[in-house]
């Protein structure tokens, strides 16, 4: 007998759909298909040619580590400006990872690989929104505008690990927070990798701690949809261990100072980009503003919100509002609930929709409204609908519909996207109109061990392109490295404010490459002390006339292949 029921259990009941067939069914709806769309423009979003300026050191440090046997650099070797200051260096595992693929498969395999770490995190972060609501379409409209909101930050780069790791962070929590189950065991061996990743893992951190914290307070407050306060205590004591194992690094418990250092610096604030506040007359950011306002608009209207979707929000946006490379965590933070407050909206305005249609045809047939009876002839429930209506179409035809969508979406995606990304090369004129590889030709074709000052951004690409010469940059992006007081030093040369010329001289400096146009290139150009000794439409290189002849730099060169390219359409993209 007992084998009869488990035999009833196991097998769906007739006219019932199997799991699998209900999924398939949903996903060839509308709703589905706006899902899957969705996906793939998150995949056209985050695919992109390698565009960040701090790639190339990455690589040529990942390539000496592979060199030295996995040994750190305890200083860099790039800069002539501070080679005594120590090199915390948080992301060697990540730098030796690109190091390798580069090896295997150029510039292409690492925008591959680094393109689908962050759609796996977009992925994650879907898993975790069907936690919160089951609408199609909200969760779909929710990717559209997320991807749109963090369009600055996306690319093959190094902070998408840590967007992808705070989506699973948080997935994995907000799992267990609803279901129990074992999901926390995960956490300690994902922070001993993202530790050693990236030093972004400390905000993983803040998250787990602040939902523990504030679910303990909310169930207190009565907020909606408490966790168990015995879970809150298990997730507090995880942050604990999640700590103690992203210790287990080369930096050992230093890699908390250097996170905390890279926070609190007051020149990274003011000098760098990225670090600094979203301006909202830049139309890259204006669709943040919108996510961010229309998110706040739905909490105010609903007045329904978790108390780990509120610091989750709040903490997000707070960063977000304070530095624009910030964008990501928020929309890792607060899409799942964006789409959740859009389908409790929604359910509410098809709720006030019925409910006007109900009382009109209680006034047509004039019974009350209120009447039990009246209502259940007015407004019967709603029966399951048949697996087939007439006139549908059948389920073989919407399947296969379904998949000529998706390869029809995955086909552009490949074909307008992903191959002209993997194609890229370093030589490449996509690049030598970003990067000053011409220039960088023309150095290595001289004399080497000179001491060059350069322009911030382009800092990483010298590194990589002028290994093996000997000549080492003023400046490159990893900042904190580079100091506080240094970033000071350079902003005050390239302003050209009272003793610039002074500083250069302090630090020995031979040789001046920056930007063609930009302000410190015309006061190079008018100033008498200084002569051009090269020039292409991206960069020009100056030194000082009375050491000219000394320094014995070859000729101004003919351009051929990308830098005749780069010369005959003039398309240099000058940059701070």
């Known amino acids: 007998m007992a084998a009869v029921e488990v035999s009833r259990r196991a097998r769906p009941q007739t006219g019932q759909r199997s799991p699998w067939r209900e999924r398939l069914d949903g996903l060839a709806s509308p709703s589905g298909m706006l899902l899957i769309a969705a996906l793939v423009v998150a995949a056209f979003a985050v695919t992109t040619t390698e565009r960040d300026p701090d790639f ?27 080679p005594g200051h120590a090199w915390t260096m948080h992301e060697w595992l990540f730098e030796v990872c690109i190091a390798e693929l580069y090896s295997v498969g150029g510039i292409g395999a690492i925008v591959l690989v680094l393109s689908a770490l962050t759609w796996l995190g977009i992925l994650a972060m879907v898993g975790r929104t069907r936690l919160l609501t089951r609408s199609r379409v909200a969760i779909g409209l ?5 991807v749109i909101a963090a369009d600055p930050i996306w690319g093959p780069r190094d902070q998408m690990i840590d967007f992808t790791f705070a989506c699973v962070v948080l997935l994995l929590v907000e799992r267990y927070l609803t279901g129990g189950g074992r999901w926390l065991w995960i956490l300690p061996p994902l922070f001993l990798l993202w530790s050693n990743l990236h030093g972004g893992f400390v905000i993983g951190l803040v998250f787990i701690a602040a939902i523990a914290a504030a679910e303990a307070l909310g169930a207190r407050l009565g907020l909606p949809e408490p966790a168990p306060l015995r879970r809150s205590g298990w997730l507090a004591l995880t942050t604990l261990g999640c700590g103690l194992m992203s210790m287990v690094n080369p930096n050992g418990p230093g890699i908390l100072i250097y996170a905390w250092a890279t926070v609190a610096s007051p020149a990274q604030q003011a000098l760098i980009l990225e670090w600094q506040s979203p301006n909202f007359q830049m139309e890259e950011v204006r669709a943040f503003a919108v996510m961010l306002v229309s998110l706040a608009g739905f909490i105010v209207v609903n007045r329904r919100l978790r108390a780990r979707d509120l610091v989750l929000v709040a903490g997000t946006a707070a960063l977000a509002l304070e530095s624009v490379r910030n964008i990501a965590l928020f929309v890792a933070a607060a899409t799942p609930v964006w789409s959740e407050q859009l389908a409790i909206l929604t359910s509410r305005l098809r709720e006030q929709r019925d409910g006007r249609r109900h009382r009109a045809l209680a006034a047509a047939t004039g019974e009350p409204a209120d009447d039990p009876e009246a209502t259940s002839r007015a407004a019967p429930p709603p029966a399951p609908p048949p697996p087939l209506r007439r006139g549908a179409p059948p389920f073989s035809f919407r399947v296969a519909v379904l998949g000529i969508v998706t390869v029809a979406l995955l086909g552009g995606y490949i074909g307008l996207r992903l191959a002209p990304s993997l194609a890229a090369a370093p030589g490449d004129l996509s690049y030598a109109r970003t990067y000053p590889v011409c220039a960088s ?3 290595r074709s001289g004399p080497h061990g000179l001491r060059i000052f350069n322009q911030y951004g382009e800092g990483g690409y010298l590194a990589w392109s002028l290994a093996g010469t000997g000549d080492r940059i003023f400046v490159f992006g990893d900042a904190a490295l580079m100091g506080d007081s240094l970033l000071y030093t350079y902003a005050q040369v390239i302003g050209a404010e009272p003793g610039w010329q002074g500083e250069l001289e302090r630090y020995g400096t031979q040789v001046v490459l920056f930007d063609t146009g930009t302000p410190f290139d015309q006061v190079l150009r008018s100033s008498p002390r200084w002569v051009r000794v090269y020039h292409d439409p991206l960069s020009d290189a100056f030194v000082l006339r009375d050491q000219e002849a000394a320094l014995r730099l070859p000729p101004q060169p003919r351009p051929t292949g990308t830098c005749s390219l780069l010369a005959a359409q003039g398309l240099g993209t000058a940059s701070s």
């Open 56 to 82: 190339w050191w990455h690589l040529r440090t990942g390539q000496l580590l592979l060199a030295n046997h996995l040994q750190l650099l305890g200083t860099d070797p790039y800069t002539y400006s501070v």
């Open 142 to 146: 929710g990717i559209l505008v997320a």
């Open 441 to 443: 030709q023309w150095l």
